[in-house]
């Protein structure tokens, strides 16, 4: 029996836009747009392995956030499992770096705007519920940042 090979994809969140990346290369799938990722190595966590491969392919220091829920076939014996990532402060703009030659981020209503692979449209309607949810949270953590600073600025007022 062929042991499974996980994938991992991930759904980059950032001012409630998602990334998509287009794929240069194999062949067979350049032109496509997927979730970026990569295959977890022995040994390795999934979200270590996602961290790892965002850094590699989009030259980003990122952190994985949730596990999207589901698991898509992809061609023997690898499958997709997805998480839904962030850029931490301090990362750089992701860069097409490896396997993919142009970056779109997209937003709610431009998802579909573009010609996903077809493993991972599934994967993408799947991360919608997660958008949202990441949208909200980083919309309440900007506003509280902003009342934490507004608060300190009074403090400092004679």
């Given at each position: ?5 996980v ?9 409630g836009r ?15 747009w ?6 977890v ?15 590699e392919?989009l ?20 499958v ?19 396997d ?19 493993q ?21 953590a ?5 009342a934490?600073?507004?608060?300190h ?6």
């Amino acid at each position: 029996m062929d042991e499974t090979i996980v994938v991992v994809g991930g759904a980059l969140l950032c001012d409630g836009r998602l990334l998509a990346a287009r794929r240069s290369a194999p062949p067979e799938l350049a032109g496509r747009w997927e979730l970026p990722g990569g295959k977890v190595e022995a040994g390795e966590a999934p979200e270590a392995a996602l961290v790892r491969e965002l850094r590699e392919e989009l030259g980003v220091v990122t952190e994985a956030v949730e596990r999207v829920p589901g698991e898509w076939p992809l061609r023997a014996p690898y499958v997709l499992r997805v998480w839904t990532a962030r850029l931490l402060p301090g990362s750089g703009d992701p860069e097409p770096l490896e396997d993919h030659d142009e970056l779109r981020w997209l937003t709610p209503d431009e998802i579909w705007d573009v010609d996903w692979l077809d493993q991972d449209v599934p994967a993408v309607r799947a991360t919608l519920p997660h958008w949202a949810t990441a949208t909200a949270e980083a919309e309440t953590a900007t506003e509280t940042a902003i009342a934490s600073a507004d608060g300190h600025r009074a403090e400092r007022r004679p």
